[in-house]
T-cell receptor, first 109, second 115 residues
Framework: GIQVEQSPPDLILQEGANSTLRCNFS?????LQWFHQNPWGQLINLFY???GTKQNGRLSATTVATERYSLLYISSSQTTDSGVYFC???????????FGAGTRLTVKP | EAQVTQNPRYLITVTGKKLTVTCSQN?????MSWYRQDPGLGLRQIYY???????DKGDVPEGYKVSRKEKRNFPLILESPSPNQTSLYFC??????????????FGSGTRLTVV
């Protein structure tokens, strides 16, 4: 099945810093989403982005489908951005969102 | 509000006592699925359903049952829970399985402990 790799596994930032999280995937995808898992365990959908670029406030994401990677940008980070960020993909003719191992982000005040 | 609702949020039970975790979505989605999340193993699919009365196994179906009698509901049944089923469970739904133009919507999770 499709493989999903996220980097870095851990990231510690000072409040106000910017960061880039990366997701590499091994096959063509029909769907790619970025999620934020908050300290209470909830998975918050950030972006549905199988290709192209999207922005939502301080967060933006870019997926280059032909090169099989996606990037999540967090600007002016805040302590509430802390948590685990997951990339998940769904390949064509599949019925299973495959999750990466996640990037654990800690933003210090 | 469009959402996927799971209940209960937290559950502690004893080995062998049958339990059901409910999942309901109000978006008229055809596709629904269940995942479990374990430290070091990430999220893995248990079962999925492409429409009413159509269910299929995911990666880790052993010890679980599901049913899809109505489009909006997709309960997860543990007939005889064991401690290795202690996990964080998520239900998800999507308009269609492939392609999925709107992405998956996840419930808030159910934290299950089996003692």
């Amino acid at each position: 099945g499709i493989q999903v790799e996220q980097s870095p596994p851990d990231l510690i930032l000072q409040e106000g810093a910017n960061s880039t999280l990366r997701c590499n995937f091994s096959d063509s995808v029909n769907n790619l989403q970025w999620f934020h898992q908050n300290p209470w365990g909830q998975l918050i959908n950030l972006f549905y982005i199988p290709s192209g670029t999207k922005q939502n406030g301080r967060l933006s994401a870019t997926t280059v489908a032909t090169e099989r990677y996606s990037l999540l940008y967090i600007s002016s980070s805040q302590t509430t951005d802390s948590g685990v960020y997951f990339c998940a993909v769904d390949s064509y003719n599949n019925n299973d969102m495959r999750f990466g191992a996640g990037t654990r982000l800690t933003v210090k005040p | 509000e469009a959402q996927v609702t799971q209940n209960p949020r937290y559950l502690i039970t004893v080995t062998g006592k049958k339990l059901t975790v409910t999942c309901s979505q109000n978006m008229n989605h055809e596709y629904m699925s269940w995942y479990r999340q374990d430290p070091g193993l990430g999220l893995r699919q248990i079962y999925y359903s492409m429409n009413v009365e159509v269910t299929d196994k995911g990666d880790v179906p052993e010890g679980y049952k599901v049913s899809r009698k109505e489009k909006r509901n997709f309960p997860l049944i543990l007939e005889s829970p064991s401690p290795n089923q202690t996990s964080l469970y998520f239900c998800a739904s999507s308009p269609v399985s492939s392609p999925a133009p709107y992405g998956y919507t996840f419930g808030s999770g159910t934290r299950l402990t089996v003692v």
